[in-house]
């Protein structure tokens, strides 16, 4: 499902990435869960340096003002992937399909949006057919 999404800054701790070496998210992830964290929990891949094979900026992130980077998720046209809760690797078996995915794709700003309701959705920025 495609949905306009208005823009929105979230902060967090950054670094650069590639899903050839997966160490990197959890670690990025302790080190941010370290800290209290209140409302909806952001994923945000950002600063593609091509497509999902090459390097690109991963920041784990909330709404809430914090001494980390700040990124602002543009707005524009997204498609929304629901990931399956009830399992463990939910997300990352998402991530497999949407990489086998034949979605525009406009590797702008992707991002996970982890509610505090338990659901978790992916957000691709997706080329606008508009």
Do not use: C, Q
């Not at 302790?30 to 690109?56: M, P």
């Not at 590797?107 to 982890?114: G, I, P």
């Amino acid at each position: 499902m495609n949905k306009i999404i208005p823009a929105k800054v979230v902060y967090g701790n950054k670094v650069r990435a590639n899903n050839g070496d997966a160490s990197i998210f959890p670690k990025t992830w302790e080190e941010f869960l370290k800290r209290e964290v209140k409302g909806d929990i952001y994923a945000v891949y950002s600063n593609y340096e091509s497509d999902y094979t090459g390097d690109f900026d991963f920041m784990i992130a909330t709404e809430e003002k914090n001494d980390g980077h700040s990124i602002t998720i543009g707005n524009g046209e997204y498609y929304i992937w629901e990931v399956e809760t009830n399992d463990l690797s939910g997300v990352g078996k998402a991530w497999g399909e949407i990489w086998k995915s034949d979605l525009p794709r406009a590797y702008a700003t992707d991002f996970e949006v982890y509610k505090t309701d338990g659901s978790i959705a992916i957000y691709l920025s997706v080329v606008s057919n508009s």
